[in-house]
């Protein structure tokens, strides 16, 4: 049969190729067993590509990722190159990804696990069921405003600036990603911003409580402090369903979400770009939230299940396979049922697996599944 899905893989750095690996499986998998295939391209990104390279990603790879149906990617960075110029830092590789294929809306779920409650340090009923989604703006604000740099002033004093920015478009396509997806969910947007302090923070809150009155009056809609909305987070975080907020604040807020789950090695992301009217198609690009995990690189201990989420997500979102997403995300609940955890969420009287028996133990899974 012929490929009909085209699929760009960047395993990156540190963890990443070992948990893309298992990853690789799961889609040989699907090509056998389902009624998909999945013509696979892999090229390098990040510190490994630097080292090849002399760059964090290559014009060739930025060619690929264009055409293609879907980016998945591993995970770039690590203290290796800490020195390099931050241009071809391996996290340049990344941002030119977002930037260059416009994937502005950044979906990261923070999801709690009924079998991983008490891997979190909250207590298990504040976030027992905890199923919330941070929309964030990703290829605006202060990673990209200009101006931004280090000068001089005239009288010898050096300093340094970046510039928050957002215009009007910008902050209402965003708003319209994270309605949207509430109606599909509980119904509840949350805006983060400062609009009591910074300019940019009172008129995301207009534009974004303009769109709310006129196009999603059937949305609960609030606007909250972003500040506000970190400390709300870690005391009633199941008070929110969809949090919707800047490329900044949704670094910060989306880190801190992770960590209410306890389980960053399980969380994967989204980035979406606009859909192109005459072809129907959006860039797309998954990645799990978690990093290289340079401490445990390359010893077969990292957790592949963020990347195999976050390619459940791209079936759902890229390609429309909800049955097939259905599917992995159950083969993941199968095998935390089973008591199989990787060191990252083991707790006493679990069973500790490697990377490869995880991935093992998911084919296994989805054999049963699909039997
Ligand atoms: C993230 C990361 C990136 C960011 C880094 C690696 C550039 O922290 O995806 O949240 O700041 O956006
Ligand atoms: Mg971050």
Request: aromatic share 6%; hydrophobic share 45%.
């Given at each position: 049969?012929?490929?009909n899905?085209?699929?760009?893989?960047?395993?990156g750095?540190?963890?990443?190729?070992?948990?893309?690996?298992?990853i690789?499986?799961?889609?040989?998998?699907?090509?056998?067993?389902?009624?998909?295939?999945?013509?696979?391209?892999?090229?390098l990104?990040?510190?490994?590509?630097?080292d090849?390279?002399?760059?964090a990603?290559t014009?060739?790879?930025?060619?690929?990722?264009?055409?293609?149906?879907a980016?998945?990617?591993?995970?770039?960075?690590?203290?290796?190159?800490?020195?390099?110029?931050r241009q071809?830092?391996?996290?340049?590789?990344?941002?030119?990804?977002?930037?260059?294929?416009d994937?502005?809306?950044?979906?990261?779920p923070?999801i709690?696990?009924?079998?991983?409650?008490?891997?979190?340090?909250l207590?298990?009923?504040?976030?027992?069921g905890?199923?919330?989604l941070?929309?964030?703006?990703?290829?605006?604000?202060?990673?990209?405003?200009?101006?931004?740099?280090?000068?001089?002033?005239?009288?010898?004093?050096?300093?340094?600036f970046?510039?928050?920015?957002y215009?009007?478009?910008e902050?209402?396509r965003?708003?319209?990603?994270a309605?949207?997806?509430?109606?599909?969910?509980?119904?509840?947007?949350?805006?983060?911003?400062?609009?009591?302090?910074?300019?940019?923070?009172?008129?995301?809150?207009?534009v974004?409580?303009?769109?709310?009155?006129?196009?999603?009056?059937?949305?609960e809609?609030?606007?909250?402090?972003?500040?506000?909305?970190?400390?709300?987070?870690?005391?009633?975080?199941?008070?929110f369903?969809v949090?919707?907020t800047?490329?900044?604040?949704?670094?910060?807020?989306?880190?801190e979400?992770?960590m209410?789950?306890g389980?960053?090695?399980?969380?994967?992301?989204?980035?979406?770009?606009?859909?192109?009217?005459?072809?129907?198609?959006?860039?797309?690009?998954?990645?799990?939230?978690?990093?290289?995990?340079?401490?445990?690189a390359?010893?077969?201990k990292?957790n592949?299940?963020?990347?195999?989420?976050?390619?459940?997500?791209?079936?759902?979102?890229?390609?429309?396979?909800?049955?097939?997403?259905?599917?992995?995300?159950?083969?993941?609940?199968?095998?935390?049922?089973d008591?199989?955890?990787?060191?990252?969420?083991m707790?006493p009287?679990?069973?500790?697996?490697?990377?490869?028996?995880?991935g093992?133990?998911?084919?296994?899974?989805l054999?049963?599944?699909?039997?």
């Amino acid at each position: 049969m012929a490929a009909n899905k085209s699929l760009l893989i960047l395993p990156g750095d540190g963890i990443g190729p070992e948990v893309m690996t298992q990853i690789r499986h799961v889609i040989d998998w699907m090509d056998r067993r389902r009624s998909v295939t999945f013509a696979v391209q892999e090229a390098l990104v990040g510190g490994a590509c630097y080292d090849a390279h002399g760059t964090a990603i290559t014009d060739q790879t930025m060619a690929v990722a264009e055409t293609v149906d879907a980016v998945l990617l591993g995970a770039v960075g690590g203290p290796k190159w800490d020195d390099v110029p931050r241009q071809h830092r391996p996290e340049a590789g990344l941002l030119r990804l977002r930037k260059d294929l416009d994937l502005f809306a950044n979906l990261r779920p923070a999801i709690v696990f009924d079998a991983l409650v008490d891997a979190s340090t909250l207590k298990p009923e504040v976030i027992r069921g905890l199923d919330l989604l941070i929309v964030r703006e990703l290829t605006s604000g202060v990673y990209f405003g200009e101006p931004r740099g280090v000068d001089t002033l005239p009288d010898g004093t050096e300093r340094a600036f970046d510039t928050q920015l957002y215009t009007k478009p910008e902050i209402e396509r965003i708003a319209r990603v994270a309605f949207e997806l509430a109606r599909k969910r509980h119904n509840r947007v949350a805006s983060a911003e400062k609009s009591n302090v910074m300019e940019s923070g009172a008129y995301w809150r207009r534009v974004v409580s303009h769109i709310a009155a006129t196009d999603y009056p059937d949305v609960e809609y609030s606007n909250i402090l972003a500040d506000n909305c970190a400390m709300q987070l870690l005391r009633d975080p199941k008070q929110f369903d969809v949090i919707v907020t800047d490329n900044l604040f949704g670094d910060l807020l989306s880190d801190e979400a992770a960590m209410l789950t306890g389980s960053l090695g399980m969380l994967p992301s989204a980035s979406l770009g606009a859909v192109d009217p005459t072809s129907g198609r959006r860039h797309a690009l998954y990645e799990p939230v978690h990093g290289t995990a340079p401490d445990i690189a390359g010893q077969d201990k990292a957790n592949p299940l963020a990347t195999l989420l976050s390619f459940a997500m791209m079936l759902r979102y890229s390609f429309d396979m909800a049955e097939d997403a259905d599917l992995v995300e159950q083969a993941v609940q199968d095998v935390l049922a089973d008591g199989l955890r990787t060191g990252d969420i083991m707790s006493p009287g679990q069973t500790l697996v490697s990377t490869t028996q995880m991935g093992a133990a998911l084919l296994a899974a989805l054999d049963r599944r699909a039997a």
